[in-house]
């Protein structure tokens, strides 16, 4: 009975490992560009994120900021909170406030992203992320045990559109222009917090056919220290 017991938890254990250890494997370069419909110099660099969106290991994602509304267009896609995930990036970066369009890649360095091959070029410096496994699978999040910098790093929640979206745009910098978007972002939210232990969430449903990505990252803009995505 016991020796029954030890071989099934063994197993389970060892089955346990293999998944995480199959996420900790492939990990990703998670590739963020701030970007706005009403920004002029936006659009190469919706292009260049377009040519790496589907390289193996890249999660690449469009966050869609909202200060160049004023310039009479009124982006479609831009809501307050990626504004500040952007503005949270700058002092660790160097810089005064925020740009577009501005790439950081893994949360710890950026580059304009308009010129061709910039984006390639930094995914190839800053390699991927080397933080915990971390999972979606079975209606859960799961991140495995590691080291959290500080003690402490963020869970962030990311529904995406897969894929290229048109939007045409009929007013400001970019008037009568159709501009593409590659992944586009539309919510963000902040799950709660990882200290280091293996931990797990539950995964909340997408509609609309959106995609999930989690982002395990320290906190104020610091670099991400795990990625995830269905």
């Not at 199959?22 to 190469?44: I, M, N």
């Amino acid at each position: 009975m016991s020796r029954k017991f030890v071989t099934v938890s063994s197993l389970s254990a060892l089955a346990l490992a293999a998944s995480l250890g199959a996420a900790a494997a492939q990990p990703l370069s998670v590739v963020e560009l701030f970007t706005s419909q009403g920004c002029s110099s936006c659009p190469p660099a919706n292009a260049n994120l377009i040519r790496v969106k589907d390289q193996p290991g890249v999660l690449a994602l469009s966050f869609n900021v909202t200060y160049w509304d004023y310039l009479g267009w009124k982006d479609i896609f831009g809501k307050q909170e990626f504004t500040r995930r952007q503005v949270s990036y700058e002092p660790a970066l160097g810089h005064d406030g925020p740009f577009t369009p501005q790439v950081v890649v893994n949360g710890h360095a950026d580059v304009v992203g308009a010129a061709p091959g910039e984006i390639e070029k930094l995914i190839s410096v800053s390699g991927r992320t080397r933080g915990p496994a971390l999972s979606l699978d079975g209606g859960k999040i799961s991140i495995g045990a590691g080291a959290a910098p500080g003690g402490h790093a963020d869970v962030w929640l990311v529904h995406y559109a897969k894929g290229v979206v048109e939007v045409p745009v009929s007013r400001g910098e970019n008037t009568g222009r159709t501009l593409p978007h590659a992944n586009v972002v539309h919510a963000l939210e902040k799950l709660g917090g990882w200290t280091g232990a293996a931990a797990t969430y539950p995964l909340p449903a997408t509609s609309g056919g959106l995609s999930t990505a989690v982002l395990v990252q320290s906190p104020g803009g610091g670099p991400i220290l795990a990625a995830a995505t269905n």
